[in-house]
C-alpha cells in the first residue's frame, strides 16, 4: 500500500516527463528542418516526411497501446515505449539521408504511440473524474516547457554544433524516464481480451493511404489517378472499418464511445481545429528562415512567446470555463485562433519582432485554453469501462490532425509556390490565410455542444475545493 501510494504521488510527473520529451522533440525538429535540408541535400519544403511519419506512425499504432497496457500493464508498456523512442532518437542522429531519418523517426513513433498515451491512461485509471481537469492542468504544464527549451535549444544546436545534437538529447531523458517510471508508476492492468488485428489493419492501412493521398496531390512527378486513387482506398478501408466495428463484439475501436454525445463532439473538434493548428510549428519556423531570412536561433526564440503564453494561461482556464461555459469557450476562442493565425500574412522582415511577439504570445493563451477544455470535456463523461478506448482514440485524432495539419499546410504551400503569385514571403502569407480560414470554419463543430455540456466537471470542481 506504502508502494501504491508513493507511486499515486509521482504518477503525474511521469506523465509531465512522456509530454515534455515529445514535445521538446518535435519543436527542435521544426527549428532545425533548414539545417537537415542542407545537410541530407533536399529542399526544406520536402522535409515533410521527416514529420508526417513520426505522427503517422503514433496515430496507426496509439490504438494498440490501450490493449498493450491492458494486457501487460501500465508500467511495463511505458518503459518499452520510452526505450523504443530513445532508440529511435539515437538512429535518427546517425542518419545520413531523408530514407533513414524517416525511418529512423517512425521507430521513434512506435515509442511515441504507447509513451503519452499509456501516461494519461494510467492517470485516468488513478484519480476520480472531479480531479481530472486540474491533473490533465498539471501534466501539461511541465509539458509545455519543451515548446520553449525547443526552438531555442535546436537553434543553439544547429547554429554551434550540428543538427545530430537534436535527437540526442532525447537519450539521457529517456534514460531518467526509465528509472523513474520503475520506481513511481503503478502498473494497472485490465481483464485480457484478443486483439483486434483484423480491424487494426483495417484502420491503420487506411489513415495512412488517407495521409499519403493529400502529400500526393502535392507531387507533380505523379499521374493525377495515384492521389485519387490512394485517397479513395483510404476513404474505402475506413468505411470497411466502420462496418466491420458494428458487428465486432470487440473491435480495436468501439464505436459506442460515439453515443456519448460530448465525445463524439469532441473528437471531431480536436480534428477539425488542430488541423490548422498544428501546422503551426511547421510553418512558422520555416517562414521566419526561408522567408524572412532569419538565423535558427532567432526563429527559435521567437517561438517561445506561443510557450510561455500557453502556460501562463493555464491557471486562468477553469475560471474561464465556469464564468463562460465549455460551449461559448471554444466556440470563441477558436474564432479568435483564427483571426490570429491569419493575421500571420501582415507580417514582414521590416515589421518589429515585437509585431511577431504579441500575437504569438496571445495565441499561445487562446490555444492552451483551447486544447485543455477540448480534451477535459471528451474524456470527462467516460466511465472506467471505456476510458482505455475513448483515450486511445483521443490521441490517435490529436496526432492524425497535426500529420494532416503539416501535410496540408505544405500542400497549400507548394500551390501558391506553383501559382507563382509573388515572392517567397507572399505564398507564406496566403497559406497562413487558407489556415486561418480552416480554424475558423472549424469553430462551428462545437455548435454541437449543448450550452450545459461540461458543467458537471465544473461543479465537482468546485465542490472539491
Known sequence: ???????????????????????????ILNTALPAIAK???HPAIAMQPAIVSYTLTVAMLIPVSGWLADRFGTR?????????????????ALSSSLSFLVISRVIQGIGGAMMMPVARLALLRAYPRSELLPVLNFVTMPGLLGPILGPLLGGMLVTYATWHWIFIINIPIGLIGIIYAKNHMPNFTMPKSPFDFSGFMLFSIGLVMLSVSLDLFGNDTL?????????????????????????????LIDLNLFKTQTFSVGIASNIATRLSTGSLAFLIPLMLQIGFGYSAIIAGIMMAPNAIGAILAKPFITRILSRFGYKNTLIWITI????????FALQSPELSLAFLIIPLFILGMAMSTQFTAMNTITLGDLNDNNASAGNSLLAVSQ?????LGVTVSAAVLRFY??????????????????????????????????????????????LKK
Request: glycine share 6%; proline share 2%.
Open 1 to 27: 500500500m506504502v508502494k501504491s501510494a508513493r507511486s499515486m504521488s509521482g504518477l503525474p510527473w511521469i506523465a509531465a516527463m512522456a509530454f515534455f520529451m515529445q514535445s521538446l522533440d518535435a519543436t
Open 39 to 41: 545537410s541530407l541535400n
Open 76 to 92: 511495463q508498456v511505458f518503459i518499452y515505449a520510452v526505450s523504443f523512442f530513445s532508440l529511435g532518437s539515437l538512429f535518427c
Open 223 to 251: 499521374s493525377n489517378y495515384v492521389p485519387v486513387a490512394t485517397l479513395v482506398i483510404g476513404i474505402l478501408m475506413l468505411a470497411g472499418y466502420y462496418f466491420y466495428a458494428k458487428k465486432h463484439s470487440k473491435p
Open 336 to 343: 479568435i485562433i483564427g483571426i490570429f493565425i491569419s493575421q
Open 399 to 403: 496526432q492524425l490532425s497535426i500529420s
Open 417 to 462: 509556390e506553383s501559382m507563382d503569385y509573388g515572392s517567397k514571403i507572399d505564398e507564406f502569407h496566403y497559406t497562413f490565410i487558407t489556415m486561418g480560414v480552416i480554424t475558423l470554419v472549424s469553430a462551428f463543430t462545437f455548435l454541437f455542444l449543448k450550452k450545459g455540456d461540461g458543467n458537471d466537471l465544473i461543479k465537482r470542481k468546485q
